[in-house]
């Protein structure tokens, strides 16, 4: 059975299990919860589908550290935006809002070369597959959805 050091109690940490509004701290209390309720690290895998050395990290993770250390801790990692900084995903938050320049629908590849002008290169790569741009919804365009959604074009779709 693991070791869980009281850095909260067993109700504490499922309040914040339950509670947590990010998911990956969500999962990461989940699991030391049930390690702190008795269950073994493969119990903890089986419930949770993360892997047994994740689990163990976790853990002396948590016990080194404390709660502060679970969660995903890139988001807290001290450094600052270098390239899609808020003012530049603000402009393209606006910029989406418009028809690209020729007239058809936004397509990864468009974003990428208006990003390229805005940061003064020549060129930028597209991102590949659908996901999203700080709140617009990049959709499949064979969707039958009725929401409002941006449209983006399939990859070598053309446009």
């Known amino acids: 059975m693991a070791t869980v050091c009281d850095h909260l109690s067993v109700e504490e940490l499922e309040e914040r299990f339950v509670g947590c509004q990010d998911a990956t701290a969500s999962r990461h209390f989940q699991v030391i919860w049930l390690l702190a309720r008795g269950h073994t690290v493969s119990q903890v895998s089986a419930t949770t589908a993360f892997g047994e050395r994740w689990i163990e990290q976790l853990l002396a993770r948590y016990n080194a550290k404390g709660p502060e250390a679970l969660g995903d801790l890139r988001r807290r990692n001290g450094a600052t935006a270098t390239i899609l900084k808020p003012e530049l995903l603000a402009r393209l938050r606006d910029r989406l809002g418009e028809p690209p320049a020729d007239g058809g629908l936004w397509s990864s590849s468009k ?49």
């Open 111 to 159: 974003v990428a070369a208006w990003m390229a002008s805005e940061l003064g290169l020549t060129s930028c790569r597209a991102a590949a597959g659908l996901g999203s741009v700080e709140g617009h919804r990049l959709v499949d365009p064979d969707t039958t959805s009725k929401e409002p959604q941006i449209g983006f074009a399939r990859r070598g779709g053309g446009i």
